[in-house]
């Protein structure tokens, strides 16, 4: 009687048994699927390296202020864990997204985004500390706008991590959604603001006359300054293909000045391009940026950086105040400014 009372109790409960193993059988095959339909990781991810203030990080030659927090980050390839780039971040708390101070591209055959001008970076903060009244707004490409609120404290138009242009490399083509993913998770990249930076950019690729009276409009009549830098009018031929065209070339410095300015012209020449500037990286490499036509030598933007027959000082609307390396800085003026 025990031995079936036993065998009666466990064929009561097959049929539970059976359809608990078949409900987890079905939820390890949903699981499977989903994880199927999920993106695969991103080439590469951000490793923290350190943190602290800037006491302690004395290979930041920014004047950062005391009391803000700063985090190293290394930019690491997902399938051997080399580094690939070296970047600083600000970060001013929990609310605000995190604002890049530096980076400096590590390798010579991958260079995700464009290396930072610490030296001049730095020159431009202590000149906005210095000479840019506290009723001021400075107006430029988003990350310069939060690098200089991040050092100075200067009031700015926009305070948000909008899609950073990024170099990528074709063998990574396939694993550009991932690569999206990652950036705007880390850098917690905003949709709120997009519009209005995206009118800014209309007016830096603007001819010069339209292009000056949608910075006033943008101004709305308080005191403003812009600051552009070199790699702008690439990162704005980037965002506004069909109206700007710019390419640019690295050159190895050979020590011989002379010798340098000869190869960089017989290049141009030989491609047919008059418009160009050119941008120190150490003392290895030269980069050579290049307009390809003539409506992009027409815009704004062109006006303001010194490609070809560069003359600031005539302007319509903007008053050069400043240069410090590749960053130029303008003063908007109101509309009832004297003309001389």
Not at 41 to 50: C, D, K, M, Q, S
Request: cysteine-free; charged content about 25%; aromatic content about 12%.
């Amino acid at each position: 009687m025990p031995v079936r009372a036993k065998r009666s109790w466990l064929n009561r409960r097959l049929p539970y048994l059976y359809g608990a193993l078949i409900v987890i059988g079905f939820l390890l095959i949903d699981w499977a699927g989903y994880d199927l339909l999920l993106p695969d990781p991103a080439p590469y991810r951000y490793e923290l390296i350190a943190d602290g203030t800037i006491a302690n990080f004395p290979d930041l030659a920014l004047s950062v202020p005391q009391n803000l927090t700063i985090r190293k980050f290394e930019a690491r390839l997902d399938k051997d864990g080399s580094a690939f780039a070296e970047l600083y971040i600000a970060d001013p708390g929990p609310e605000v997204a995190p604002i890049l101070l530096d980076w400096q591209n590590r390798s010579s055959e991958l260079a995700l985004a464009i290396p930072s001008r610490t030296e001049d970076l730095d020159q431009l903060a202590e000149a906005v500390k210095l000479h840019i009244p506290e009723d001021a707004v400075m107006l430029g490409w988003w990350d310069i706008n939060r690098q200089l609120h991040a050092l100075t404290g200067v009031k700015i138009f926009y305070d948000a991590n909008f899609p950073r242009p990024l170099f990528i490399p074709p063998a990574w083509d396939d694993d550009l959604n991932a690569i999206e993913s990652l950036e705007r998770v880390f850098w917690r990249i905003s949709e709120n603001g997009t519009e209005d930076f995206g009118r800014f950019l209309d007016a830096l690729s603007s001819e010069v006359e339209a292009g000056s009276a949608m910075l006033k409009e943008i101004a709305e009549g308080r005191k403003s300054f812009i600051v552009v830098q070199l790699s702008d009018v690439y990162k704005l031929a980037l965002t506004r293909p069909n109206l700007v065209g710019v390419g640019y070339r690295d050159f190895a410095v050979s020590g011989h000045i002379h010798d340098d300015i000869i190869q960089v012209k017989k290049w141009l020449g030989e491609q047919g391009f008059s418009h160009y500037a050119v941008e120190s990286f150490g003392i290895a490499k030269k980069r050579v940026y290049y307009l390809k036509d003539s409506m992009t030598a027409n815009t704004l933007l062109a006006h303001m950086l010194p490609f070809g027959e560069f003359n600031p000082l005539a302007l319509s609307g903007l008053k050069l105040v400043a240069n410090y390396g590749s960053y130029w800085v303008y003063e908007i003026e109101p509309e009832n400014a004297a003309v001389d």
